[in-house]
Each structure stands twice: as structure tokens, then as C-alpha cells.
């Protein structure tokens, strides 16, 4: 039996808009991201593995987060993870968003996993 690979990015800093009031919404907050990636299983045919490309992946989250505007952790959660699923060759995520916003506390913190529905996936990028 072979063992499960889990690729780690641990702080992956990104500011946008997020909040549930919309003055909360008007300046871009600082925010912290845990990632832990299962990359998919590679092909039979050799010289064809996909693979995790940790740049580009972390670029994308960015540019995602720089341009988007949430109400709630949970949704900015969930739709990093879907875009990332969809479009770089993961089979398992598990996703932390951390945000620095109430007094007395550490930060708040959110978690998802979800994983790719069975069949072909993206190539590696």
C-alpha cells in the first residue's frame, strides 16, 4: 500500500475585501491561508504525471482574493477550494482561512475540505 502524499503551503498572505457589513467591506483586511493538498494519483502512461505547480497555485489564490469581495469566510473558502480543484490536478484539499479581527483573540479561523469528483482531471501546471 502506498502512502499519501500532502503538499503543505502554511501562511500564504492575501488582502481583500471581506466582511459582513459593508463598511467592513470598504478596505481590504489581512488575511492568512493553511493549505494542504492531495495531488491526484499520477496517469498509468509514463512521462504524463500531473503535478502541483506551488507558484502558480499560490498566484492564482492571490489574484483571486485581490479581486473578489465576501460576506463570510465560509464562502471565500469554499470557492478558493473550487477554483483550485477545478483547475489544477488535486485530489483533496483542505483549505484554513485565518482572519485577524476580533480583540483578545488569536485570530477566527475557518476550515473546508472537499475533494474532486472521480474522472479525468486538469493537467499539471
Known amino acids: 500500500m502506498l502512502g499519501e502524499d500532502v503538499i503543505q503551503i502554511r501562511g500564504l498572505s492575501v488582502c ?18 493553511d493549505l494542504q493538498i492531495q ?22 489564490v492571490r489574484s483571486l482574493c485581490a479581486v473578489g469581495q465576501w460576506r463570510l469566510m465560509e464562502t471565500l473558502a469554499a470557492e478558493v477550494t473550487d477554483v483550485l480543484l477545478l483547475e489544477f490536478p488535486i485530489r483533496r484539499l483542505t483549505l484554513r482561512v485565518r482572519k485577524f479581527i476580533l480583540p483578545h483573540t488569536e485570530f477566527v479561523a475557518v476550515q473546508t475540505t472537499r475533494g474532486r469528483q472521480e474522472g479525468p482531471g486538469p493537467r499539471g501546471r
Request: glycine share 4%.
Open 16 to 33: 481583500t475585501c471581506i466582511g459582513t457589513t459593508r463598511e467592513e467591506r470598504l478596505c481590504p483586511q489581512h488575511l492568512l491561508l
Open 39 to 60: 495531488p491526484q494519483s499520477p496517469p498509468a502512461e509514463k512521462g504524463a504525471e500531473p503535478f502541483v505547480d506551488y507558484s502558480t497555485l499560490t498566484q492564482r
